[in-house]
């Protein structure tokens, strides 16, 4: 626990890509959040690939809260950084490969050091069991120490996301008609991803574990969890004798002729499944859009009501919804949600109660969707489907 509500945080990065420090696609930017939250210190960098954190660190001083910096270092080695930095708290944005397992234990060094964990999804690239076992151990040194491990699912604090929770409790509150379809779409604009490592599912998860993993969150937090074993899922690859999974805008240092046609990710997964309430629920991700504009909408249904969720990425996001005897919508803008602040803000406010529950997706809660995400790609490897 940081003690007072006025004492400065101490915190680092171990990551210095765009998760952290933001990029040319895509709203992520953890650095720039926290300068405007305001009441931290980053007192650390540290990211393995040489100059990247220094980069990092002189580009935050080149901008207006140079002052957060004015006692940073720079590591390319976090052991070393953990070893010799006296720190409240560390924000982990890597690649997927290279955290959450036994072979990549930055989670577990940073909670035996005593320090609050903020991660990025996914959690690894591991087999499920295997990040299970590793896990456990996290959670076991988070107790001892009373830490926060906060994980990175940051639609559970988007404005739409809880509209449409609280206008689905409220009906079936109400009526009795509890949720009977969710329906989830998400559609990557892939023309200017050229971060290798997402391209080749050994390195990146594949799409529904890297990326739409934050539908499948959204999937156990509206509709609750999910029958297991009803999972069903059919795949569009690239070589399929269609034609229909080629891309023709795949960036050129991609070199996907290089990648081996086993680890290329997929064009199109369509999942289904049952909730244990009985609902259906249904995920279509492909990699399909050009230029940088992400689309994605949520729909649920329940027995006379329809809410429906469009871009939630972006400010022009809304959320309609039809009810009761009506033929009409009713129509609200959550554009001006910032779901990454908010998970920020509240991650903060946890350290300072010294209170693990007061995050919306704890390390434990995260390792159902990871089940989820996995349950779904290796319903997606079956042979029939890609037939």
Not at 116 to 133: G, M, Q, R, T, Y
Not at 177 to 186: E, P
Not at 299 to 315: C, E, F, H, K
Not at 344 to 365: H, I, M, Q, T, W
Request: with cysteine; hydrophobic share 35%.
């Amino acid at each position: 626990m940081v003690e007072g509500d006025s004492a400065e945080i101490r915190l680092a990065f171990i990551g210095a890509g765009a998760v952290n420090f933001g990029g040319t696609i895509g709203p992520w930017n953890h650095s720039s959040r926290l300068e405007r939250i305001g009441g931290v210190r980053v007192v650390a960098i540290c990211d393995s690939i040489p100059g990247k954190a220094q980069a990092a660190l002189d580009d935050r001083r080149s901008k207006s809260n140079a002052s957060v910096y004015s006692e940073c270092n720079v590591y390319d080695d976090y052991e070393l950084m953990l070893a010799k930095e006296k720190l409240d708290a560390v924000f982990i944005g890597v690649p997927p490969f290279a955290h959450g397992s036994f072979d990549y234990p930055i989670e577990l060094k940073c909670v035996e050091a005593g320090v609050h964990c903020f991660i990025e999804k996914p959690l690894s690239v591991k087999a499920v069991n295997d990040v299970s076992a590793y896990m456990e151990a996290v959670l076991e040194a988070q107790a001892r120490h009373n830490l926060v491990v906060s994980v990175g699912y940051m639609f559970r604090y988007h404005s739409a996301i809880c509209r449409m929770r609280d206008l689905l409790r409220q009906h079936e509150a109400t009526t009795g008609a509890q949720l009977t379809y969710f329906q989830l779409t998400y559609k990557t604009a892939y023309s200017h991803s050229n971060n290798v490592n997402w391209w080749r599912k050994e390195r990146s998860g594949g799409p529904v574990v890297e990326q739409a993993t934050h539908f499948c969150d959204i999937a156990r937090y509206i509709g609750g969890d999910i029958k297991s074993d009803s999972i069903q899922a059919r795949v569009l690859c690239d070589n399929h004798p269609s034609g229909a999974g080629r891309l023709h805008s795949i960036p050129s240092e991609v070199r996907e002729d290089e990648v081996p046609r086993e680890d290329r990710v997929p064009r199109l997964t369509v999942a289904n499944w049952r909730f244990e309430n009985g609902a259906i629920g249904q995920l279509s991700h492909g990699v399909i859009l050009h230029g940088r504009k992400y689309e994605s909408q949520l729909q649920a249904w329940a027995d006379g009501l329809r809410v429906l969720i469009t871009d939630p990425y972006t400010s022009e996001c809304t959320l309609s919804y039809r009810q009761g005897d009506t033929d009409s919508d009713t129509v609200e803008r959550h554009g001006n949600s910032d779901p990454y602040m908010a998970e920020d803000v509240a991650f903060l406010k946890a350290l300072k109660s010294g209170n693990p529950e007061a995050v919306e997706s704890s390390y434990r809660d995260a390792m159902e969707t990871y089940r989820l995400s996995w349950a779904i790609r290796n319903a997606s490897e079956e042979p029939a489907a890609s037939a």
